[in-house]
């Protein structure tokens, strides 16, 4: 696979942005994988929806863009043994703080981790999280519960 080749067509197809970080190895094709350039894999601040990897087809020496279709779709993908999916395990508060703090970014998936956390630890803990991406979120969380002691638990993890 000839690298520039690829990312020149991620440049021209989804922009400068994305560079390619890994790439990955079959018997017919190369996979060029990009990220976006200032965010980590896990900022869903740098997805895209409908763009797959890069590949390189061995049998015609093609360089092609995926599209989401082509790879549920397509062949590409064959040579990799299935995996079992591990049972879901929500994020600990800790590890959901974590990761908000070192990407500096709210999630939309860690606000659900965090909702499905009160929810499992607080009786009756309705609530709604209103979540503005505007808001600097170190210093600011607006909550509506009538749940004392979940407010309270809110007030303490935001301390620490």
Partial sequence: MDLEKA???????????YVIFKTEDSERY????????NYDLDDERGHLVGSGPVVFKKETSEHVLLSSSDCIYGDYFDFREPVEEEPFQNPSFEQIKKDILRRNYVNSDDVHSIEFNWKEQFEDPFMRLHWNKEIDFNRFLIVNSKNSSFLDFLKNFGAN
């Fill in 7 to 17: 990312q020149k067509i991620i440049d021209e197809a989804i922009g400068s942005e």
């Fill in 30 to 37: 190369t996979f060029a994988y990009y990220k976006h350039r």
